[in-house]
């Protein structure tokens, strides 16, 4: 009776060409500057970023209600009830869509307010699901903890929208930096494995 094969997605430099690493090892690199890149334009440029940010919702608020709007008066198969809401949603989808591009950064804290109220409900719902046994300190404590996120982001919308680009940013460099120490070592293993043989 046969084993069962086993599907891996690592990349093995002792399997590949010289000119496959070497684009594997491109391709790293590439990517570890584009990521660094990117983290540094959101810490030196915060409030650029997140009009970007704004700019992307409200691009796909004004295609999704022009879908939506397409939708309700085209499909004739369904209820009058049914058009008329659909074609509703999508005009207030259009329209959060051009708030948004009007004023950027209050529909940055418009979003981030939804986060904010989320985190809250999310928190008292934990609260009382918490089960009477050893695990329910936890999940107190993660009840608190959300609540806690979801009042302060409430409080200062803006502020909170920067402080997660400014860690997003961080994270990027981060990643950039482990892609970049991964094109200057990947294949070397292999290398010294063919010089030894």
């Known amino acids: 009776m046969s084993e069962p094969s086993t599907t891996t997605y690592t990349l093995n430099s002792a399997k590949l060409t010289a000119s496959q690493i070497s684009g594997v090892r491109w391709a790293f690199a ?25 700019w992307i919702f409200a691009v796909y608020f004004l295609v999704a209600g022009i879908a939506r709007i397409t939708r309700g008066v085209v499909a004739r198969e369904h209820g009058g009830l049914w058009r008329v809401l659909t074609i509703v949603f999508g005009v207030l989808l259009l329209a959060a869509g051009v708030y948004i591009f009007i004023d950027p950064l209050l529909g940055i804290g418009a979003l981030v307010f939804v986060i904010g109220v989320s985190w809250i409900i999310e928190g008292v719902a934990s609260l009382f699901d918490s089960a009477p046994d050893v695990s329910r300190w936890i999940t107190i404590l993660y009840g608190v903890i959300s609540v806690v996120a979801g009042v302060f982001v409430l409080a200062n919308p803006l502020l909170a929208a920067v402080t997660l680009l400014l ?5 990027l460099i981060a990643a950039g930096v482990v892609e970049i120490i991964q094109a200057i070592t990947f ?7 063919g010089l030894a043989g």
């Open 30 to 54: 590439v990517g570890g500057i584009l990521t660094i890149l990117l983290g540094v334009f959101l810490l030196v440029a915060p409030k650029a970023s997140l009009v970007a940010v704004a």
């Open 167 to 171: 860690v997003t940013a961080f994270f």
């Open 187 to 193: 294949g070397k293993q292999a290398k010294r494995a």
